[in-house]
């Protein structure tokens, strides 16, 4: 599992909203099916808050 701190709710969504995009680029360009992955913010417990 990979993370990034991020000062608020709303900039941890803007960044995962980004990251989602380029995942599925790359996934397009490389022929990959991605479909079955899924990006969680989480607090610093471990605790999803988006899915």
């Known amino acids: 599992m990979e993370g ?3 000062p ?5 969504r803007e960044e995962a909203t980004e990251d989602a995009r380029a995942l599925m ?3 397009i360009l490389l022929g990959q099916d991605i479909s079955s992955r ?3 913010i989480c ?3 471990g605790d ?3 899915i």
Not at 8 to 12: D, H, I, R, T, V
């Open 4 to 6: 990034t701190e991020l």
């Open 8 to 12: 608020s709710l709303e900039q941890a």
């Open 25 to 27: 680029s790359d996934a």
């Open 38 to 40: 899924r990006l969680e």
């Open 43 to 45: 607090n610093e417990a």
């Open 48 to 50: 999803a808050l988006l």
